[in-house]
């Protein structure tokens, strides 16, 4: 009887204990053991009105998803760069959206005030623009999720970041990520824009009277020696410099414009300067002759279209560049060399859009080109076979 006893009081604590276990984990709403995270976990907390309130002179704006606001017209893209093939972003007036599956599908992440000028990646977390005339200055650190205003860029030149933290904008020059610049020294009277491609070198170009020059510095602007002089029967207009090395250097001479047309040339150095190729020589009857050349010398591999569109430099072998013609049904085209300038290949697709054309490439093979207009939408095209085909991969929302 004694054993019996005891046998009942032992079943009854057990069915007690069974009871408040089975209760613990859903009578107070929260979940049980199983579904808690660790300690060491990390929680991604929900949007709130707190977080979405940048701090006092700064631009903080979280991504939004997988939707994008019904306010932003993703029309009139401006700028465009790559992360790697599948991966970048574009911007436009007021907004910048990135995608992650080769333009098919984008996700606004930053919504303000003015064009967005330029965009750089340096990786796939680490990208700026700049904004508008002014060269507000904004900077992401997660792939685009929070972009923040770090400071102004001074001057709308050519934006390329070497680092986290140093960057050149023209003969601008940062080492804390865009919050104050310095300038380093460039000749007298240069046209167009300087260009380094680190702190000590840098190319710059000058026009003394009939005489174009190409002028290098390997000591941060200090001194500049002239590693190119050509007899020009043009006078320049702008100038375009690239490089893709400490010797490399692609530098593209605007001409003159007229009846839609603008000459332009481009020479390439792989040796500091001291060989040169002339890898274009355009010159057109409305702009008459290629800057570097004499009048009545019209011959040189020439580009299509009747005016030079973005210049892309992927390595000391490989750049391309669009080609447009305000006059024609389709205006726009790319070509390419792959052998450092020694051949030039015109590519045989070409595209509507009157407005500017955008080209980025990720590889020697992959890349990105969208097309504007003022009365069309903008239209976004992607290469897998360095500019032989491209496919159309998104129509951006109609022009207003």
């Known amino acids: 009887m004694m054993m019996l006893r005891k046998t009942f009081t032992l079943l009854a604590i057990t069915l007690f204990a069974l009871t408040g276990c089975q209760s613990s984990g859903t009578a107070s709403g929260t979940g049980n053991a199983s579904n808690s995270p660790a300690p ?4 991604t907390p929900q949007p709130t009105t707190a977080a979405d309130t940048p701090a ?7 991504n939004k998803g997988n939707e994008t606001p019904s306010k932003v017209s993703m029309n009139g893209v401006t700028a465009v760069r790559l992360a790697d093939a599948k991966s970048g972003w574009i911007g436009g007036k007021g907004w910048i959206a990135r995608t992650d599956d080769g333009g098919v599908k984008w996700k606004v992440q930053y919504e303000g005030t003015g064009d967005i000028k330029q965009l750089f990646a340096l990786n796939n977390q680490d990208a700026w623009a700049a904004i508008g005339d002014e060269g507000k200055l904004l900077s992401t650190k997660d792939g685009g999720q929070h972009w923040t205003t ?9 934006l390329h970041f070497v680092s986290k933290t140093e960057a050149f904008s023209g003969n601008a020059h940062t080492v804390d990520g865009g919050a104050k610049w310095t300038s380093l020294p460039v000749p007298e009277g240069i ?3 300087a260009y380094f491609h680190d702190a000590n070198h840098g190319w710059a170009v ?31 207009t702008g100038v375009v410099i690239r490089s893709a090395g400490i010797n490399d250097a692609w530098v593209e001479f605007i001409g003159e414009s007229g009846m839609t047309q603008t000459s332009y ?8 300067g001291k060989n040169w190729l002339t890898v274009l020589a355009n010159s057109t009857a409305g702009g008459g002759p290629a800057p570097g050349f004499p009048t009545g010398e019209n011959t040189g591999p020439k580009n299509t279209g009747s005016k030079s569109g973005p210049l892309y430099v992927v390595s000391p072998d490989v750049a391309y560049m669009g080609g447009q013609c305000p006059s024609c049904d389709k205006p ?18 070409s595209f509507t859009g009157y407005g500017e054309l955008l080209l980025a490439m990720a590889d020697i093979n992959q890349g990105w080109l969208i097309t504007n207009g003022n009365e069309q939408p903008s239209v976004m095209y992607t290469t897998a076979s360095g500019g032989v085909s491209w496919n ?9």
């Open 392 to 400: 159309k991969v998104h129509t951006f929302d109609a022009a207003k």
């Open 40 to 43: 060491s976990a990390r929680i």
């Open 191 to 193: 046209k167009g824009d």
């Open 332 to 349: 726009n085209s790319v070509g390419w060399t792959k052998d450092g300038g020694k051949t030039w290949v015109n590519g045989k697709e």
């Open 206 to 236: 000058r026009q003394v009277k009939d005489q174009i020059e190409v002028q290098r510095t390997q000591d941060g602007g200090k001194t500049w020696n002239k590693v190119m002089s050509r007899n020009t029967a043009a006078s320049l």
């Open 150 to 158: 770090v400071g102004k860029v001074p001057n709308q030149a050519f």
């Open 56 to 62: 006092p002179g700064s631009t903080a704006v979280p």
């Open 265 to 272: 040339s481009l020479f390439h150095t792989k040796d500091g």
